[in-house]
């Protein structure tokens, strides 16, 4: 490797971080159950498929894309504007 040249960038490591965050998703679960006084492990008996659930579900689903789509679009425009920037460099005026 010459100076200059960045060193090849590791893939991430998923599968670690998902068995992390399987094992607090876990974790955090049976904490919780405890702290109210239930069984560590326990089957949920009520039904939760309903009319107001979906909704629901459809409003979080909504807020949360619209919260994703918000914070990625500065990103957007800052690469955009670096492109433009590097190609206004390297493209002579004349052309």
Known sequence: ???GQTPPQTPPQTPPLA???????VGSMLL??????LPAVSISTHHR?????????VVATAGLLLVI?????????DIDARVRALLADLVPADV
Request: aromatic letters at 6%; zero cysteines; a neutral charge.
């Open 1 to 3: 490797m010459t100076a």
């Open 19 to 25: 068995r992390r965050l399987a094992a607090e998703a």
């Open 32 to 37: 919780a159950n405890l702290m109210f006084d």
């Open 49 to 57: 498929a309903s009319g107001p659930h979906l909704l629901s579900e």
């Open 69 to 77: 789509f918000a914070l990625a679009r500065p990103i957007r425009d």
